[in-house]
């Protein structure tokens, strides 16, 4: 809370948080105006990206939750999650028609990249402690009833949404005609944009991708979360001590911040202003989330102190 002194209730000036603010929002700008760095890289490779954040996620959760939360989220994420891909490749609803390419590697049951549940759960765990700080002010569901809960989980699942409104285009760009893949090499890399990992059959409005997919996206995550949401209430929350630090409640907010970041200063050319969706749909949430964090929480600093 503000106190008469001008300061937050992390006792640090006010006038600090407007101009951490302004250098995030001018790192925003940068890179969107200049195109970020010329890296021979399109695209992060999600061989080297999925397992690296879903194996930080799961790590963090369970210093953060306790391993009976964390082994819950990460086991419901990621069944549900293949589950809705499964269902939403095979027949076409859900998202929308489309089918993955050889990109990503391995399938489960000849459909689903391996990679795929792990990715919404890479994508799930931070957008669950997100959405914590902006509708509770505090990273861990504090559990206020049922309706609470099911208005969390909506909110959880545009935040979580907000991630694919840049992602998913420059996943499944492809250069072919709508639908094909006959145009692309034998030999298809993960980190060059025109190398779909997923084709949407019948393509869409919104560059390339049907808006059918973002309503999957949603009641997918919705699902999930409310699931989640509601379960975890009967388990035991067990923080290792420290865990409820401010230095550690960050790191999955700094995972959400740095996508959009990424989005803005990597950009790709081949899908024209598509660079400019995350910095809105995602830094907005990440700013806020932030700024609760260090200026309103009353949580310890440092992970030796307990709060």
Same mark, same amino acid.
């Given at each position: 809370?503000?106190?008469? $002194?001008?300061?937050?209730?992390?006792?640090?000036?006010?006038?600090? &948080?407007?101009?951490?603010?302004?250098? =995030?929002? &001018?790192?925003f700008w940068a890179g969107i105006a200049t195109g970020g760095f010329n +890296? /021979?890289?399109?695209?992060?490779?999600?061989?080297?990206?999925? /397992?690296?954040?879903?194996? @930080?996620? @799961?790590? #963090?959760? %369970?210093?953060?939750?306790?391993?009976?939360?964390? %082994?819950?989220?990460?086991?419901?994420? $990621? $069944?549900?999650?293949?589950?809705?891909?499964?269902?939403?490749?095979?027949?076409?609803t859900i998202f929308g028609p489309y089918f993955y390419t050889d990109v990503l590697g391995t399938k489960i049951l000849g459909r689903i990249p391996v990679l795929i549940p792990f990715a919404w759960y890479m994508m799930f765990y931070p957008s669950y402690v997100v959405t914590n700080l902006l509708a509770e002010g #505090?990273?861990?569901?504090?559990?206020?009833?049922?309706?609470?809960?099911?208005? =969390?989980?909506? +909110?959880?699942? +545009? %935040?979580?949404?907000? &991630?694919?409104? $840049?992602?998913? /285009? =420059?996943?499944?760009?492809?250069p072919c005609a709508t639908g094909t893949t006959t145009c692309l090499p034998a030999e298809l890399s993960e980190a060059?944009?025109?190398?779909p990992a997923w084709v949407w059959t019948t393509g869409g409005a919104y560059f390339g991708v049907p808006?059918?997919?973002?309503?999957?996206?949603?009641?997918?995550? @919705?699902?999930?979360?409310l699931l989640y949401r509601l379960l975890e209430r009967r388990l035991i929350h067990a923080p290792w001590p420290g865990g409820l630090s401010k230095v550690l409640v960050v790191l999955p907010v700094l995972a959400y911040g740095s996508m959009a970041f990424i989005d803005a200063w990597l950009g790709n050319p081949k899908v024209e202003n598509v660079h400019l969706i995350a910095?809105?749909?995602?830094? =907005? /949430?990440?700013?806020?989330?932030?700024?609760?964090? @260090?200026?309103?929480?009353?949580?310890?600093?440092?992970p030796h102190r307990e709060p």
């Open positions: 809370m503000e106190t008469g $002194t001008g300061k937050s209730a992390a006792g640090i000036p006010n006038s600090v &948080w407007v101009l951490a603010l302004v250098l =995030i929002a &001018w790192a +890296l /021979p890289i399109e695209r992060l490779p999600w061989s080297i990206l999925v /397992p690296g954040m879903a194996l @930080f996620c @799961f790590a #963090h959760s %369970v210093v953060m939750l306790g391993h009976q939360r964390a %082994v819950l989220l990460l086991v419901l994420c $990621t $069944t549900l999650a293949f589950a809705s891909e499964y269902i939403g490749e095979s027949t076409g #505090h990273p861990v569901a504090q559990g206020k009833g049922t309706a609470w809960i099911v208005w =969390i989980s909506a +909110l959880s699942a +545009l %935040v979580m949404t907000a &991630w694919d409104l $840049t992602m998913d /285009p =420059i996943m499944s760009f492809n060059v944009v025109g190398h808006y059918s997919n973002y309503r999957g996206w949603l009641l997918t995550a @919705f699902v999930v979360f910095p809105f749909a995602m830094g =907005i /949430p990440f700013l806020f989330a932030a700024f609760i964090l @260090f200026a309103r929480s009353s949580l310890p600093f440092w």
